[in-house]
């Protein structure tokens, strides 16, 4: 399985992704979102699900990785530009931003991208996408160990693209 992304040239995020951007949530929080493609999908794909995670952030975010994205049922190979906010046709869980170290902002602000904001440094962001085998009973807000708890027995494959995005 292949992940591709306009919004990422020579392994770097386009600054419209995060707080170099223009588009935010009504908390300040970046809101436009990466667009992806996946191409050679498994025999027996059913949908797919997703998580963008920053690693990078667990020193700065008092032990934790920064979840800025989580979503499955996706039926279809793309996702086009700021589809979190625009898209009805897959599910999507809650981000880092409702966390203590995110301001603990409301459930149903954090049910969709929540942009990079790397404060200390260039961060690496990791976009996961799991080919699965079977839809997933899961509702808007759901939280990541959710999802890892339901896909874990119908991932059939997973792939990663890397993306640094500037401090």
């Not at 963008?52 to 989580?70: R, Y």
């Not at 996961?128 to 874990?152: I, K, P, T, W, Y």
């Not at 494959?157 to 993306?163: A, I, P």
Request: glycine share 8%; net charge negative.
């Amino acid at each position: 399985m292949i992940i591709t992304s306009t919004g990422i040239k020579d392994g770097i995020i386009d600054n419209r992704y995060g707080k170099h951007g223009s588009a935010f949530d009504i908390n300040g929080v970046p809101s436009y979102s990466l667009p992806f493609k996946v191409e050679q999908a498994p025999k027996g794909m059913k949908c797919f699900a997703l998580l963008l995670e920053d690693k990078d952030a667990f020193p700065v975010s008092n032990g934790f990785s920064w979840i800025h994205w989580t979503a499955v049922n996706i039926t279809r190979n793309e996702l086009k530009d700021n589809e979190s906010r625009t898209a009805t046709d897959f599910i999507q869980g809650v981000n880092s931003w409702i966390s203590m170290q995110g301001g603990s902002l409301k459930r149903e602000h954090c049910r969709y991208y929540g942009g990079m904001t790397p404060p200390d440094k260039p961060h690496i962001y990791e976009l996961h996408v799991f080919a699965l085998n079977s839809m997933l009973d899961l509702q808007n807000g759901f939280n990541m160990n959710e999802m890892f708890h339901l896909m874990r027995p119908h991932i059939l494959e997973t792939s990663t693209l890397l993306g640094i995005y500037p401090n």
